[in-house]
Protein backbone atom coordinates (compact mmCIF):
# COMPACT_ATOMS: atom_id res chain seq x y z
CA UNK A 1 0.00 0.00 0.00
CA UNK A 2 2.64 2.38 1.08
CA UNK A 3 4.09 1.73 -2.37
CA UNK A 4 1.40 2.50 -4.05
CA UNK A 5 1.02 5.56 -2.25
CA UNK A 6 4.59 6.95 -3.37
CA UNK A 7 4.26 5.70 -6.96
CA UNK A 8 1.35 7.93 -7.21
CA UNK A 9 3.62 10.99 -6.46
CA UNK A 10 4.95 13.76 -6.80
CA UNK A 11 1.74 15.73 -5.78
CA UNK A 12 0.66 19.15 -4.61
CA UNK A 13 -0.88 19.51 -1.48
CA UNK A 14 -4.83 20.46 -2.02
CA UNK A 15 -5.93 20.32 1.73
CA UNK A 16 -4.70 20.59 5.15
CA UNK A 17 -7.47 20.12 7.77
CA UNK A 18 -7.72 19.88 11.63
CA UNK A 19 -8.83 16.20 12.36
CA UNK A 20 -11.91 16.04 14.30
CA UNK A 21 -10.55 13.28 17.25
CA UNK A 22 -7.66 14.73 18.00
CA UNK A 23 -7.24 18.87 17.44
CA UNK A 24 -3.23 18.06 17.50
CA UNK A 25 -3.32 16.28 14.36
CA UNK A 26 -3.74 17.23 10.53
CA UNK A 27 -5.17 15.40 8.00
CA UNK A 28 -2.91 15.83 4.77
CA UNK A 29 -5.06 15.64 0.49
CA UNK A 30 -2.36 15.76 -2.24
CA UNK A 31 -4.46 15.93 -5.64
CA UNK A 32 -8.05 15.93 -3.51
CA UNK A 33 -6.60 12.76 -2.04
CA UNK A 34 -5.71 11.56 1.80
CA UNK A 35 -2.17 11.02 2.38
CA UNK A 36 -1.16 10.54 5.49
CA UNK A 37 -2.18 12.26 9.31
CA UNK A 38 0.76 14.08 10.71
CA UNK A 39 0.97 15.86 14.28
CA UNK A 40 1.22 19.64 14.64
CA UNK A 41 4.73 19.12 15.10
CA UNK A 42 5.26 17.35 12.26
CA UNK A 43 3.70 19.84 10.11
CA UNK A 44 5.78 22.60 11.48
CA UNK A 45 8.89 21.15 10.68
CA UNK A 46 8.26 20.35 7.82
CA UNK A 47 6.45 23.82 7.17
CA UNK A 48 3.83 21.80 4.97
CA UNK A 49 1.27 24.14 3.24
CA UNK A 50 -1.39 23.98 0.90
CA UNK A 51 0.02 24.33 -2.44
CA UNK A 52 3.01 22.74 -1.59
CA UNK A 53 4.69 19.57 -3.50
CA UNK A 54 5.09 16.38 -1.72
CA UNK A 55 7.54 13.85 -3.60
CA UNK A 56 8.27 10.17 -2.28
CA UNK A 57 11.35 11.21 -0.49
CA UNK A 58 9.56 13.93 1.71
CA UNK A 59 6.74 11.44 2.37
CA UNK A 60 9.25 9.07 3.56
CA UNK A 61 10.64 11.76 5.84
CA UNK A 62 7.41 12.37 7.22
CA UNK A 63 6.84 8.83 8.08
CA UNK A 64 9.88 8.69 9.73
CA UNK A 65 9.25 11.88 11.99
CA UNK A 66 5.81 10.48 12.56
CA UNK A 67 7.65 7.63 13.96
CA UNK A 68 10.12 9.17 16.34
CA UNK A 69 7.16 11.80 17.19
CA UNK A 70 5.25 9.00 18.40
CA UNK A 71 7.61 7.34 20.68
CA UNK A 72 9.01 10.58 21.67
CA UNK A 73 4.81 11.24 22.93
CA UNK A 74 4.86 7.43 24.31
CA UNK A 75 7.93 8.63 26.51
CA UNK A 76 6.69 11.84 27.57
CA UNK A 77 3.49 9.97 28.68
CA UNK A 78 5.66 7.74 31.20
CA UNK A 79 7.74 10.33 32.50
CA UNK A 80 4.87 12.28 33.69
CA UNK A 81 3.73 9.96 35.62
CA UNK A 82 6.98 9.04 37.28
CA UNK A 83 10.96 9.20 36.66
CA UNK A 84 12.46 6.20 34.38
CA UNK A 85 16.11 5.26 33.99
CA UNK A 86 16.83 5.31 30.08
CA UNK A 87 17.12 1.33 30.02
CA UNK A 88 13.72 1.13 31.58
CA UNK A 89 12.14 3.48 28.90
CA UNK A 90 14.12 1.50 25.72
CA UNK A 91 12.87 -1.70 27.79
CA UNK A 92 8.91 -0.53 27.15
CA UNK A 93 9.42 0.71 24.18
CA UNK A 94 10.94 -2.33 22.58
CA UNK A 95 8.71 -4.50 23.72
CA UNK A 96 6.03 -2.05 21.63
CA UNK A 97 8.14 -2.90 18.38
CA UNK A 98 9.35 0.42 18.07
CA UNK A 99 12.72 0.45 16.00
CA UNK A 100 15.40 0.39 18.31
CA UNK A 101 17.51 3.02 16.40
CA UNK A 102 14.95 5.42 16.62
CA UNK A 103 14.14 4.77 20.09
CA UNK A 104 17.92 5.55 20.96
CA UNK A 105 18.21 8.57 19.01
CA UNK A 106 14.64 9.80 20.73
CA UNK A 107 16.25 8.98 24.10
CA UNK A 108 19.38 11.04 23.39
CA UNK A 109 17.32 13.40 22.36
CA UNK A 110 15.35 13.52 25.75
CA UNK A 111 18.66 12.91 27.55
CA UNK A 112 20.08 16.21 25.88
CA UNK A 113 17.09 18.01 26.86
CA UNK A 114 17.40 16.93 30.45
CA UNK A 115 14.51 14.84 30.51
CA UNK A 116 16.33 11.89 31.40
CA UNK A 117 18.91 12.37 34.59
CA UNK A 118 19.89 9.13 35.74
CA UNK A 119 21.96 10.50 38.84
CA UNK A 120 18.50 12.25 39.63
CA UNK A 121 16.81 9.09 38.80
CA UNK A 122 18.90 6.99 41.50
CA UNK A 123 18.91 9.41 44.08
CA UNK A 124 15.19 9.61 44.16
CA UNK A 125 14.86 5.78 43.69
CA UNK A 126 17.26 4.90 46.52
CA UNK A 127 16.01 7.65 49.11
CA UNK A 128 12.44 6.63 48.39
CA UNK A 129 13.13 2.70 48.54
CA UNK A 130 15.71 3.60 52.10
CA UNK A 131 12.72 5.73 53.45
CA UNK A 132 9.56 3.96 52.74
CA UNK A 133 10.45 0.13 51.85
CA UNK A 134 13.27 0.24 54.14
CA UNK A 135 15.43 -1.27 51.74
CA UNK A 136 19.10 -2.33 52.46
CA UNK A 137 21.82 -1.05 49.98
CA UNK A 138 22.38 -4.12 48.89
CA UNK A 139 19.01 -4.65 47.35
CA UNK A 140 18.74 -0.98 46.32
CA UNK A 141 21.79 -1.11 44.39
CA UNK A 142 20.68 -4.62 43.26
CA UNK A 143 17.31 -2.69 41.38
CA UNK A 144 19.40 -0.40 39.99
CA UNK A 145 21.96 -2.17 38.42
CA UNK A 146 18.62 -4.13 36.92
CA UNK A 147 17.42 -0.36 35.42
CA UNK A 148 20.67 0.01 33.93
CA UNK A 149 22.19 2.82 36.30
CA UNK A 150 25.79 2.16 35.96
CA UNK A 151 28.04 1.43 39.58
CA UNK A 152 29.19 4.99 40.75
CA UNK A 153 26.14 7.02 40.32
CA UNK A 154 24.43 3.90 42.19
CA UNK A 155 26.86 4.02 44.72
CA UNK A 156 26.76 7.67 45.00
CA UNK A 157 22.85 7.72 44.86
CA UNK A 158 22.90 5.05 48.34
CA UNK A 159 25.86 6.21 49.96
CA UNK A 160 23.48 10.03 50.08
CA UNK A 161 20.68 8.08 50.56
CA UNK A 162 22.17 6.57 53.62
CA UNK A 163 24.15 9.49 55.52
CA UNK A 164 22.92 10.09 58.66
CA UNK A 165 21.05 6.55 59.32
CA UNK A 166 20.81 4.99 62.52
CA UNK A 167 20.73 1.23 61.39
CA UNK A 168 20.01 0.13 65.02
CA UNK A 169 17.22 2.00 64.84
CA UNK A 170 16.16 0.33 61.28
CA UNK A 171 16.90 -2.54 62.42
CA UNK A 172 14.92 -2.34 65.92
CA UNK A 173 12.14 -1.22 64.11
CA UNK A 174 12.09 -3.86 61.39
CA UNK A 175 12.69 -7.02 63.56
CA UNK A 176 10.29 -5.21 66.50
CA UNK A 177 6.88 -5.47 63.50
CA UNK A 178 7.65 -9.43 63.24
CA UNK A 179 8.33 -9.70 67.00
CA UNK A 180 5.24 -12.52 67.24
CA UNK A 181 6.54 -14.53 64.34
CA UNK A 182 9.99 -14.39 65.64
CA UNK A 183 8.89 -15.42 69.37
CA UNK A 184 7.11 -18.83 67.53
CA UNK A 185 10.67 -20.12 67.32
CA UNK A 186 11.30 -21.54 71.00
CA UNK A 187 15.36 -22.91 69.11
CA UNK A 188 17.50 -19.72 69.62
CA UNK A 189 19.69 -20.39 67.05
CA UNK A 190 17.03 -21.22 64.56
CA UNK A 191 15.04 -17.31 66.31
CA UNK A 192 19.25 -15.85 65.24
CA UNK A 193 18.89 -17.08 62.18
CA UNK A 194 15.32 -15.81 60.93
CA UNK A 195 16.17 -12.25 62.38
CA UNK A 196 19.55 -12.28 60.15
CA UNK A 197 17.72 -13.71 57.20
CA UNK A 198 14.69 -11.00 57.32
CA UNK A 199 16.96 -8.22 57.29
CA UNK A 200 19.21 -9.94 54.52
CA UNK A 201 16.27 -9.82 52.42
CA UNK A 202 15.88 -6.56 53.20
CA UNK A 203 19.11 -6.14 51.54
CA UNK A 204 21.45 -5.18 54.70
CA UNK A 205 24.92 -6.15 54.68
CA UNK A 206 25.58 -9.14 56.78
CA UNK A 207 28.48 -7.56 58.90
CA UNK A 208 26.40 -4.28 59.34
CA UNK A 209 23.44 -7.00 61.07
CA UNK A 210 26.08 -8.55 63.10
CA UNK A 211 27.06 -5.72 65.02
CA UNK A 212 23.82 -5.38 66.12
CA UNK A 213 22.45 -8.91 65.88
CA UNK A 214 22.69 -9.93 69.91
CA UNK A 215 20.96 -6.38 70.47
CA UNK A 216 18.18 -7.30 68.66
CA UNK A 217 17.49 -10.66 69.91
CA UNK A 218 17.50 -8.82 73.37
CA UNK A 219 14.96 -6.48 72.04
CA UNK A 220 12.75 -9.34 70.84
CA UNK A 221 12.71 -10.92 74.49
CA UNK A 222 12.13 -8.33 75.81
Known amino acids: MDEEIEHDLPGVITSISVQKNNKERYSIFVDDEFLLGISEQTLLDFNLAKGDTITPALLRKMRREEGRFEIKSYFMKLLGRRDHARKELFNKAVRKEYPREVINNVLDELQEKGYLNEAGFAEKFAEDKSRLNKWGPAKIKAH ?79
Open 144 to 222: LYKKGISKSIAEKSIKKAFEGEDLKETFLNLVLKRKRRFLREDNLYKRKKKVFDHLARKGYRPSSIYDHLDELMQAIEQ
